[in-house]
C-alpha cells in the first residue's frame, strides 16, 4: 500500500499539482483546502503525512498544526511546512514546530520528495529542508 498524503492548501491549482506531483513518488494524495476538511480527512482515513501550507485564510498554519499534534500525536514528525514566504520570521514559533521540515515554495520535484522520504521515514526526527 502507498502511502497516503493529506495536502493542505487554499490554492487549488497547487492542490492539483501536487496531487500529481505526489503520484509520481508513489504516494497517494488527499487534498483540502481548509482546516475543517483536514479534519475530516483525518478523522477518515489513515493518513502517513500531511503537506501543510502556513499560511491559511481560515487558520494560521501553526495553530492548525499544534491542532493537529494534539489530536493526531502520530503526526508528530510526519507533518512538512510549505511556505511561499522566503523571509519567515520564526523567532515566534513554538519549538514543536520549530523542528518541523519547512519547504519554500516554489521548490522541486526533488525537494518535495527529499521532504517527504524523511517525514516517512524518520517520523518524529524531522529535517529542516529549504527548497528552492
Not at 505526489?22 to 483540502?32: E, K, M, N, S
Not at 514566504?85 to 521540515?101: G, K, N, Q, T, V
Request: hydrophobic share 45%; with cysteine.
Amino acid at each position: 500500500m502507498n502511502p497516503r498524503i493529506l495536502v493542505i492548501d487554499d490554492e487549488p491549482s497547487l492542490r492539483r499539482t501536487l496531487e500529481r506531483a505526489l503520484r509520481t513518488f508513489h504516494y497517494d494524495a488527499v487534498t483540502v483546502g481548509n482546516p475543517h476538511d483536514a479534519y475530516a480527512m483525518l478523522d477518515e482515513l489513515d493518513i502517513d503525512a500531511v503537506l501543510l501550507d502556513i499560511h491559511l485564510p481560515q487558520m494560521t498554519g501553526d495553530a492548525l498544526f499544534l491542532a493537529l499534534i494534539r489530536r493526531w500525536p502520530r503526526l508528530r514528525g510526519r507533518i512538512v511546512l510549505m511556505t511561499g514566504d522566503a523571509f519567515i520570521d520564526r523567532s515566534h514559533w513554538p519549538p514543536e514546530l520549530l523542528h518541523c521540515p519547512l519547504i519554500t515554495k516554489p521548490f522541486t520535484l526533488e525537494t518535495l520528495g527529499q521532504a517527504l522520504r524523511a517525514a516517512l521515514d524518520d517520523g518524529p526526527e524531522a529535517h529542516q529542508v529549504n527548497g528552492r
